[in-house]
């Protein structure tokens, strides 16, 4: 590992310490440069899009956005700018729907599960338990999009779908068991992992004179724990639904594999039927569309997706820094 | 006085007529059987007087023994605690003070190894029967460091009461309760009526007063010091000690302390300890004046420690 | 005054049969919404122990049915018939050469910055941006930042480092450019513990070495960096796991091409212009979701990523258990 660890050997002479400002400056300045070009980059090339759909018009709902994209491909090197009309609401849909179950879900799992870990799991599980969710955090995403699409998919085609329920949309939308029930169960397992290790490693950094305190005023083991430990970890508990949050509004491959990719925003009324209609993200749409990016229409909506995520993770990370002002004020550190 | 005599066959525990399958260990030493001295008003000027008179009986600790695993921290104790006065529990570092304090509030059970043999009664009931979380809510604690929660003042004060009623209340409902702890551990001016400041940005000695108030809040009947000046400046400690002579005629006291000047000034009753064992036990002039033991002479006259 | 009791048995080396057993916190006193809160607890936990077993346990056992020597050793072939598609020997190299490349990249990039952060950081508004602007890739989306590098290495300027197609159309597709944005995936995380590494040596370090004389710069060479070389290979470990593990870059910068195909010229140079897959571009082309529909071999090379991984997070705790023994 250590062959990693880089020296700074001067070649003529060693620098000067005004030097060696300039020039780590100057690299600290290159990694600047090169964030600043990615915002930019992205921005220019969304543009066209941006202003031949009037603003943020393309994130309305209308027609099918599967046939828009696809209708752009054919279209010539400089294409009017009707080419570039698009209703994007079905993979905005399909991100947040699948971003904010999965998150909601898989915080609550994740508080409960690290407290479990940290305050009630036996020694011996406890030293198997945090391995394997440190394990399972960093398990690639196309894994979890291999066991969706080669485990849950066919279970929930096979089994929960009924013949009569797939042939009621028939005509809309074929049913094949990937959808919105395995997109969200795979995304939630893939995302859980991030947030009961970062919230495990705050509960144990816990110092135990608060949770002594609480005992010592009469407090129940519940009590200590839910009223000391995991309040003072909140930020950590923020910061973890910020990340898990940022990694599912990203996640592009898996989401692909599992969701049924198609651009179909289904809708909560249909009851169950609505659990294995297909839906995509963003994310997903981008790694569809990227081998016809030549096409100059096409280009320009998977950069104005790109632009959408690139804005959404900034939000995040402004509002995770937000959430956790106020318990900087408490004195809380994270 | 107490004699002991008079409580032991009221107690269902502590009558043993039915033969103990121990064998006899007891080990008695003269120095450890104090002789009854009658208390005497103090006329040394340097000492404040005590108006506190010694009320009830609130804790006694029978032939009281710990270990952590196969070894005595706390061998063979026994003391009584009245409310009104002040218990110190004075010698040097790891000789089992802080151990025998913890007991009195079952906090030693937290450690897996710890062993208890003897009895500890709070108003005569052992203290094994009452449930741990209403044993600790009438035996307050207060820690070497100032541990506040790391949420605003209110909010700590709030936390020991909200903690001890089956229905959460509402800030309107505790608000006098929290105000009166803050004022009862003088720490109301200070805060000129910012309940709402983070906790952790008072200084120590505000930190450790908060914690008083939030130990006191749910008027406790025995408080558990525990060496509680050691983290503060001596300012902080003053004050402190003034707080502890106030506290005083509410509830009983027991402080651990390794500072021997300040059991001199703030305590009633002292008990020595010596690895493990109760060497004195007796008023605080007689221990500090007229110790019968050569070890509690050494160390209150600094030979050691 | 308390006299000891004489005429009373002294309490026993075991407590007594008498005693009643002590009354302890159990949750059977607790309040409704407390014990539900409690058996929720374990509910999750259990179901965690349980959801990751399942995982790494079907992983293992699909792995080591499906995987043989002559898989790892086998170039694929494109195929739409499983028993012709070969093994897996070119995703294999080219998780490794994207890995080296990238971490190659990103480690002088991550080490410098921090290090100039740390203890140079002025102007300290550059300072500050600098270390928002590292924030801010931690939290973009991989396929955000992979579309970015289309758009930077389809620029005629880096024509160099990819493929030209006959029209003049920069290809843009290559080691070179996905191992430049892989650098990207993992240079936060190399920034983040070094930055954390140096934090935490203590100002009388520095000190010490200033007063002997020593610049800052040399400082850093000879006493920091040595001291943050645990942080630094943690992050790498780490960076080395995203790089790994991630699909879009490689979907999209790489040309998921089945084979390794490098191009003209210079041997070596070639290779890096060149394109082709890594285990995780092939996991997903062998799945349903892809073009071979080959699972057997998509369940062996995720049998084989996921060995990466678990190796990786080994040496992390490797690292951090021999740096906390120094330590102590």
Not at chain 1, 189 to 212: F, K, N, Q, Y
Not at chain 1, 274 to 284: M, Q, T, V, Y
Request: proline letters at 7%; charged letters at 20%; one cysteine or more.
């Amino acid at each position: 590992m250590s062959s990693f660890a880089v020296r700074l050997r001067p070649a003529g002479g060693p620098w000067t310490d005004r030097q060696a400002a300039w020039r780590l400056g100057a690299v600290a300045c290159l990694v600047l440069l090169i964030i600043v070009l990615m915002v930019v980059f992205v921005a220019v090339r969304a543009w066209p899009t941006l202003q031949h759909n009037g603003g943020l018009a393309w994130l309305g709902h209308g027609g099918d956005v599967d046939r828009q994209v696809n209708g752009m491909i054919t279209t010539s090197r400089t294409p009017p700018a009707t080419a570039y009309h698009l209703k994007a609401w079905p993979l905005v849909y399909g991100t947040l729907l699948t971003t904010l179950v999965a998150v909601a879900v898989g915080l609550v799992f994740a508080v409960f599960s690290a407290i479990f870990i940290v305050e009630f799991a036996p020694r011996r599980l406890r030293t198997v338990v945090v391995p394997a969710v440190r394990l399972l955090a960093a398990v690639p995403s196309v894994i979890y999009g291999l066991i969706g699409i080669l485990v849950l998919a066919p279970f929930v085609g096979r089994h929960l779908i009924t013949p009569e329920r797939r042939a009621s949309v028939q005509f809309i939308v074929q049913l094949d068991g990937t959808g919105v029930l395995v997109a969200v169960v795979i995304l939630t397992v893939m995302i859980t992992p991030i947030m009961i290790a970062i919230i495990v490693d705050a509960l144990i950094a816990i110092p135990s004179g608060w949770r002594e305190g609480a005992s010592a005023l009469g407090a129940n083991r519940w009590e200590a724990i839910w009223g000391v430990s995991v309040r003072a970890a909140r930020p950590a508990i923020v910061a973890a639904a910020v990340l898990a949050t940022a990694r599912a509004l990203g996640e592009a491959v898996m989401i692909s594999m599992v969701s049924g990719s198609r651009g179909f925003s289904p809708k909560p009324q249909d009851g169950v039927t609505f659990l294995f209609e297909p839906i995509r993200s963003l994310a997903a749409s981008m790694v569809e569309n990227v081998d016809a990016i030549n096409a100059p229409a096409i280009r320009s909506t998977v950069y104005a997706f790109a632009l959408l995520l690139l804005l959404s993770s900034l939000v995040l990370s402004i509002g995770g820094y937000v959430a956790k002002l106020p318990m900087r004020r408490q004195g809380i550190r994270i | 006085m107490e004699d002991t005599r008079d409580l032991g066959p009221a107690d269902p525990f502590l009558d043993r007529s039915v033969p103990s399958l121990a064998p006899p260990v007891r080990r008695l030493r003269p120095d450890r059987r104090p002789v009854p001295v009658p208390v005497k008003p103090e006329d040394d000027p340097l000492i404040p007087v005590r108006d506190a008179a010694a009320g009830p009986e609130r804790m006694r600790v029978e032939n009281l023994t710990i270990r952590y695993g196969g070894e005595a921290a706390v061998k063979d104790v026994s003391l009584s605690i009245h409310q009104g006065q002040v218990l110190a529990l004075i010698g040097p570092s790891g000789c089992g003070k802080t151990t025998l304090l913890r007991t009195l509030n079952r906090l030693t059970e937290t450690t897996t190894s710890a062993t208890r043999e003897g009895d500890v009664l709070l108003d005569g009931e052992e203290i094994e029967q009452i449930s741990v979380t209403a044993l600790r809510r009438r035996i307050a604690m207060v820690f070497q460091q100032p541990n506040p929660f790391p949420m605003s003042i209110f909010d700590n004060v709030a936390y020991a009461i909200r903690v001890q009623n089956a229905k959460r209340p509402g800030r309107r409902e505790i608000e006098h309760q929290v105000v009166d702890a803050l004022r009862r551990a003088g720490l109301h001016d200070e805060l000129a009526g910012d309940l709402d400041r983070p906790a952790l940005r008072l200084s120590g000695g505000q930190q450790q007063r908060l914690c008083i108030a939030r130990a006191i809040a749910t008027k406790p009947e025995v408080l558990l010091m525990d060496e509680p000046c050691s983290a503060l400046d001596p300012k902080s400690s003053a004050i402190i000690e003034d707080l502890i002579a106030e506290l005083r005629r509410e509830l009983a006291v027991v402080i651990v302390t390794h500072n021997l000047a300040q059991a001199h000034r703030v305590a009633d009753k002292v008990a020595f300890m010596y690895l493990g064992d109760l060497v004195e036990y007796g008023d605080v002039d007689q221990v500090f004046g007229a110790p019968r033991a050569q070890r509690t002479r050494d160390y209150v006259e600094g030979a050691f420690g | 005054m308390v006299t000891p009791v004489l005429d009373r048995p002294p309490a026993g080396a075991a407590p007594s049969p008498l005693r009643p057993k002590p009354k302890r916190d159990s949750p059977r006193d607790w309040r409704w919404s407390h014990r539900l809160a409690f058996a929720a607890a374990w509910g999750c936990g259990l179901a965690l122990c349980a959801v990751a077993a399942a995982i790494v346990g079907y992983m293992g056992y699909r792995g080591l049915q499906y995987l043989d020597l002559g898989l790892l050793t086998s170039r694929p072939e494109a195929s739409l018939k499983q028993d012709e598609a070969g093994g897996i020997l070119d995703p294999v190299l080219g998780t490794l050469l994207l890995t080296v490349l990238g971490i190659g990249i990103a480690t002088p990039l991550g080490v410098v910055s921090a290090v100039w952060l740390v203890e140079y950081g002025k102007p300290r508004a550059l300072a500050r941006a600098v270390e928002s602007g590292i924030e801010v890739v931690a939290g973009t989306p991989d396929i955000v930042i992979a579309i970015f590098g289309l758009a930077i290495f389809q620029q005629s300027i880096f024509a160099p480092l990819s493929f030209t197609a006959s029209g003049g159309g920069v290809f843009g597709r290559s080691f070179l450019a996905a191992g430049t944005m892989m650098s990207l995936i993992a240079l936060p995380l190399i920034f983040g513990a070094t930055r954390e590494g140096l934090l935490a040596v203590g100002a009388l370090t520095r000190e010490a070495s200033w007063a002997l004389g020593k610049t800052r710069i040399c400082t850093v060479r000879e006493v920091l960096l040595p001291q943050v070389r645990p942080n630094i290979a943690t992050g790498a470990a780490l960076g080395m796991g995203r790089i790994v593990g991630d699909t879009a870059i490689v979907v999209v910068l790489l040309g998921a091409t089945l084979q390794i195909e490098p191009q003209d010229g210079i041997p070596g140079i070639g290779l890096l212009r060149g394109t082709g897959s890594t285990l995780t571009s092939y996991v997903y082309g062998a799945s349903p979701a892809g073009e071979g529909n080959a699972p057997q071999k998509a369940y062996a090379a995720a049998f084989v990523l996921l060995l990466i991984v678990l190796l990786l997070n080994a040496a992390v705790d490797a690292i951090a258990r021999r740096s906390s023994r120094k330590a102590s």
